[in-house]
């Protein structure tokens, strides 16, 4: 076995290594299909990234949860702020649950048009703010202050 740069030869065929080969593609962007919460499942919003694999989330219910990406989904689908996830609850743990799936913007507006989510849920919005705010509170200017 002889080293060429990124490529390995192995008896007669070039093998090429490297993390971004090992990685593949992500080539999952066909069409599937709608998967609605069933018993013990929730439809909810990400809040923020905690860490670890784990993240903070509103749920349809009103209730915050702490969740957990499951292993299957880490470092294959990545979910961020403001995504739509579905999340399994716990009998045990009622504050906290774990993530079986990530909805794409397009699944999320169609389960909006179902009534499965509410209205008031911003289905493509990445940039959420952080304590909650209302997009439309009044904001001040400091050149406003100088003026009383």
Same mark, same amino acid.
């Given at each position: 076995?002889?080293?060429?740069?990124?490529?390995?030869?192995?008896?007669?065929?070039?093998?090429?290594?490297?993390?971004?080969?090992?990685?593949?593609?992500?080539?999952?962007? #066909?069409?599937? #299909?709608?998967i609605?919460?069933?018993?013990?499942?929730?439809?909810?919003?990400?809040?923020?990234?905690?860490?670890?694999?784990?993240?903070?989330?509103?749920?349809?219910d009103?209730?915050?949860?702490?969740c957990?990406?499951?292993?299957?989904?880490?470092?294959?689908?990545?979910?961020?702020?403001?995504?739509?996830?579905?999340?399994?609850?716990?009998?045990?743990?009622?504050?906290?649950?774990?993530?079986?799936?990530?909805?794409?913007?397009?699944?999320?507006?169609?389960?909006?048009?179902?009534?499965?989510?509410?209205?008031?849920?911003?289905?493509?919005?990445?940039?959420?703010?952080?304590?909650?705010?209302?997009?439309?509170?009044?904001?001040?200017?400091?050149?406003?202050?100088? #003026?009383?």
């Amino acid at each position: 076995m002889r080293m060429l740069g990124l490529y390995q030869t192995l008896s007669s065929s070039v093998v090429a290594v490297g993390k971004n080969r090992r990685r593949g593609k992500n080539e999952n962007e #066909e069409k599937r #299909e709608l998967i609605f919460k069933e018993d013990g499942q929730e439809y909810a919003q990400v809040l923020r990234m905690l860490g670890n694999g784990r993240l903070e989330a509103q749920c349809i219910d009103g209730t915050k949860r702490l969740c957990h990406i499951r292993g299957k989904m880490r470092k294959k689908v990545w979910v961020n702020n403001g995504d739509i996830i579905l999340i399994g609850l716990r009998d045990y743990q009622d504050a906290k649950g774990d993530v079986i799936l990530k909805y794409m913007a397009d699944e999320a507006r169609s389960l909006k048009q179902y009534g499965e989510l509410p209205e008031n849920i911003r289905v493509n919005d990445t940039d959420m703010n952080e304590e909650g705010e209302d997009e439309n509170a009044e904001f001040f200017d400091f050149d406003d202050i100088a #003026e009383i």
